[in-house]
């Protein structure tokens, strides 16, 4: 168990729906970082938040959204889903301050149909 | 821009084989990180090793070693002695320092799969 946790851990959906994707970060970190991970794009950084804050903003399409909550969960609202959506989306947290213990959960697998 | 190129799509050995995985990366700052991670079939991302851009000492952990060199860009993955239990993806990773924020650059990532 990592300490980073994610749910749900499957979730199927039809094309045109809302899905929100939840993380808890490990006890103790500010930061928390999703990333997409699909066929066709591999791995990539959707956004970050620090601490309540947005910190930085990757790949991230404008019809997904996320934010933090101030007992540090985090949040990813994906919206008009299509099927390209389909994707892991992992969370990762830190401490915030360098890479020690940057760490990532076991993902949402997401399934658009 | 940061860039991670990991050439080889999927690589097959057999068991007990030698297999290096390449990586090359592209960036413009001095100071970075580079990752491996490997991604086995049921889903999860296992942290392997992250090296700092001021360290070019090769890292040795058991079957698993790693070779750093600034002069070709490169971070490449060498298992030793492979086993079966090291089919996975491995992804390459590398973060620019700058901004405060600890975001990573992945590669395409390698399909490794050992035959018994």
């Known amino acids: 168990d990592s300490g980073v946790t994610q749910t749900p851990k499957h979730l199927i959906t039809a094309t045109g729906q809302r899905v929100t994707l939840r993380c808890s970060p490990r006890s103790g970190d500010l930061s928390v970082y999703w990333y997409q991970q699909s066929l066709d794009q591999g791995l990539q950084f959707l956004i970050q938040y620090y601490n309540g804050e947005e910190r930085a903003k990757g790949n991230i399409l404008e019809r997904f959204s996320a934010q933090q909550f101030p007992d540090l969960h985090s949040e990813l609202n994906l919206s008009s889903l299509e099927l390209g959506d389909s994707a892991l989306y992992f969370c990762?947290?830190?401490?915030?301050?360098?890479?020690?213990?940057?760490?990532f959960g076991s993902g949402t697998r997401l399934t658009v149909v | 821009a940061q860039k991670v190129t990991q050439a080889q799509t999927e690589i097959s050995v057999v068991e007990k084989e030698d297999v290096t995985l390449d990586c090359v990366y592209e960036?413009?700052?001095?100071?970075?990180?580079l990752f491996w991670y490997k991604q086995p079939p049921s889903g999860e991302l296992v942290f392997l090793i992250r090296r700092n851009s001021f360290d070019e000492q090769n890292e040795i952990s058991g079957r698993y070693s790693w070779n750093f060199q600034k002069s070709t860009s490169s971070f490449n993955f060498t298992i030793t002695a492979s086993q079966v239990v090291d089919s996975a993806v491995y992804f390459c990773?590398?973060?620019?320092?700058?901004?405060?924020?600890?975001?990573?650059?992945f590669g395409k990532g390698t399909k490794l799969s050992v035959i018994p």
């Open positions: 990762a947290s830190s401490a915030g301050h360098d890479w020690y213990g940057y760490t």
């Open positions: 960036t413009r700052d001095t100071t970075y990180y």
């Open positions: 990773a590398l973060s620019e320092a700058g901004a405060g924020s600890y975001q990573l650059t």
